[in-house]
Each structure stands twice: as structure tokens, then as C-alpha cells.
């Protein structure tokens, strides 16, 4: 594991940075790198020339001397111009917070979507690099059209070749889209609910979903899982069996505290599945002394991408680790022991398929079918048996009895 300088720069005193720096000493691990010292300012700003001042470049030198470093991984983000004037002062690769992210991400990406969409999101972080140096270059020139007649520069060469790039890869993620979306399509016969867990990095939702497999009467794959951040990158969908009802659940990667912009941009196909579910299972590592931080991170990345609306249940997962537990209003479950999973799976039905309407409904024998196809929708019990048909008593909401109806008559 290599040995790395966290140096942090709290930013017009930021709320929770002590938390935020345990979160990135988290996603130093997660890369592979050993905090071995850590180093914060607090400043109204970021230094223009080097993003801490200068009397700290000789502590943050002194203190990779002692402990025989070769790297500094910033907390912050910084422009290009920072790193080049950092890396000259210190003579030692220099690090950011979303080069830091996307080095995760590189490392943990397995299927080729994952693959695609994490270098979309470093071309990305380039492409918009390279746009603020211009900016700033321009402005020191004293307007962008100085260096009119001057041919295409290297930044422009730079540029084209992104865009190239990344309209191959758009491409090519849109014809996995297109399979992935056939594939969830023919899982979804019969107006199957869709379910997914949302939450913050490493709170335990792959193991979760792995509980729910394992005592799920579908035969169905278990998914990947590990005790670190961004252990899963791609979403996985299996199929759940509770009782007469069933639901997919689509495991999601991950939240973290300012997830660059470039990164949800690139993996919206995958977090396709939070915004398009029926129900979010919002999973909270319980356990965790920044429980609140990490469900306020979760909660601002859903907005972003347009999932906050969309209902809701609180899950408190590894509750096997808790002595008390509060009253939080949620669910508190165990993926290990498998603590509330019952009444988990009772609360995810009670609001899938709401049983709000009761109606009798003649089926003729013919057309009995229609029943297995909404199966799992529904209960029903058998009235009685006459020359034309059955008739059930059927309870569920008032949308899935007009389908039903409408069905019978075509």
C-alpha cells in the first residue's frame, strides 16, 4: 500500500469537515493508498497559485520527508495550474479529490459499462480542466481573440480529440443501454414493480440485497460484495419472491459527498434505476458515527438526479452492531443476522401493492390466465364456479382492477 500526505483546506469553515476528512482518508484506502499524515488549514479561499499558502508547503515537504512519501492527496479540488505549481514546490505527485475518485473507479470497474461510463467521467474532468486554464489564460492575455491567426493550440488539439472520444463512447453505451433495457423489459412481464437501494457508499446495500436472494424462493445470483467503498459500480437486478408477490430489486453504486458532477453525468444510465423505481430503499449504515452526513450526501444526490419524490423507506442496515437504537422512523435490519428482514419485505409490499380496493370479478374459464399475469399484484380467493366462468374476489389498487377489467374485454 503505498504511503500518502492528506493535506485539507476547510474552505469557509465547511459543516462536518472532520467527518469529511475521515471520508477521504476512506477513499485514500478504497485507492489503495495509507494515510500516513494529515495536514488542514482553514481559509477563505483556495491559494490561486498553489491551493494552501506557502508556509504550509514547507510543513506538507517536511512531513513527506519523515515519512518517506511520494504523493499528496488533496481534499479539494484543484485546477491544473495548482497541481503543475505544487508538484514543481514538492517534487512529489499531487492529488485531488475527484482525480482521487476516479482512480477508485478505474481500479473497481469490472463490466464494460462500468468501464465506459468511468472514462467518460475522466475525459469529462479533463475537458472541463482544460476549459478554466483558457479561461484564466484568456483573462491574462486580456481577451480570448488575442491569439487569433495562431492555429489550432495545443489545448484545442486536446479538445477536439476528447470530443471524438467521448462521442465513440456514447455510442457505445447506448447500445448497452438498449440490450440492458430489453433485459429489464422481459423481467418486467406482468407489471412487476421495480425497487432500488439507494444509499451512501459501503452502507451495506449489495449484502443486503444478498440476504434478501438468499432467502428469496426465486433461484437467482448472488451479487458482488465488499467491505469498502465503491465496491460496486454496476447495477445489478435479480428478481424477489415474497409470499404471492414479486419485485425487482436493482442494487445501485454508491454516494459520496461531492460526487464530481462529471461522474453522475456519466453513470446516469446506471442510477436510471433509482430515478425510474416504483419504491427507493434508502440504506443507512446504522453502525456509523457519520450516520447524519451520510444521509444528508445521499439525500442531495438523489435531488440532483431527480429521484427525491419518488417514495421511500429508511433502512438502518447492520443493526447486529447497534446496543440502543433510536426512534428514527424507519426500518432497522441486519444483512448479517438477518434482523427486520420480515418486516422489511412486509413494508416494501404494503406500499408496492396497496391493498385499498376490493372487487368481484367473473373470469371465463377461457381466461383464466389473466389471473397468474397479475398474480403478483393482488389476492384473491374463488366466490364460486357458474357456466360462465369463476368468480373472484379480488384486492388491490384500483388501477391494477381497471387493467384487469379492460383486459378481460379485449
Known sequence: ??????????????????????????????????????????????????????????????????????????YNNLTNSMISNLYERLEVDVMDRTSLILNIFSKRARSK???????????????????????????????????????ESQSETLKRQIESRLSDLRRELK???TRKDKEYAS?????????????????????LMNYLLRSNSK??????????????????????????????????????????????DAF?????????????????DSSSKNRDLHKIVTMDTLKEIGADDIPMIEVYNKAD????????????????????????LEKIVSMLYPKNEEKEILIPYKRLGVLNEYSSLMDYELVENNEEGSLYRIRTDNKTINEIIHKLRT
Not at 477521504?24 to 498553489?50: E, H, I, W, Y
Not at 467503498?229 to 428478481?239: G, K
Not at 446496543?323 to 426500518?331: L, R
Open 113 to 151: 459499462e462500468a468501464q465506459i461510463q468511468t472514462e467518460m467521467a475522466s475525459l469529462k474532468y479533463e475537458q472541463k480542466r482544460i476549459r478554466k486554464e483558457n479561461a484564466f489564460s484568456d483573462k491574462q492575455r486580456g481577451g480570448a481573440f488575442n491569439n487569433r491567426g495562431s492555429g
Open 219 to 264: 433461484e437467482e445470483k448472488s451479487v458482488y460484495e465488499m467491505d469498502q467503498l465503491f465496491a460496486t459500480l454496476d447495477t445489478s437486478a435479480r428478481n424477489i419472491k415474497y409470499k404471492n408477490y414479486e419485485f425487482i430489486l436493482f442494487d445501485t453504486v454508491g454516494f459520496v459527498s461531492d460526487l464530481p458532477h462529471g461522474l453522475i
Open 321 to 344: 452492531l447497534l446496543e440502543n437504537k433510536e426512534e428514527t422512523g424507519g426500518i432497522y435490519v441486519s444483512a448479517w443476522t438477518g434482523e427486520g428482514i420480515e418486516e422489511l
Open 175 to 177: 447500445e448497452i443501454e
Open 1 to 74: 500500500m503505498e504511503k500518502v500526505i492528506l493535506v485539507a483546506i476547510n474552505v469557509n469553515n465547511q459543516p462536518y469537515f472532520e467527518e469529511m476528512i475521515e471520508e477521504c482518508k476512506a477513499l485514500c484506502d478504497a485507492a489503495d493508498f495509507r494515510v500516513v499524515g494529515v495536514l488542514s488549514q482553514a481559509s477563505k479561499k483556495l491559494d490561486p497559485n498553489t491551493g494552501i499558502r506557502k508556509g504550509k508547503i514547507e510543513e506538507v515537504k517536511s512531513m513527506l520527508q519523515y515519512h518517506n512519501c511520494e504523493t499528496v492527496v488533496f
Open 187 to 207: 423481467r418486467n412481464k406482468g407489471g412487476i414493480k421495480k425497487v432500488a437501494l439507494v444509499g451512501y457508499t459501503n452502507a451495506g446495500k449489495s449484502s
Open 268 to 284: 446516469k444510465s446506471t442510477l436510471k434505476a433509482a430515478t425510474n423505481a416504483d419504491l427507493l430503499l434508502h440504506v443507512t
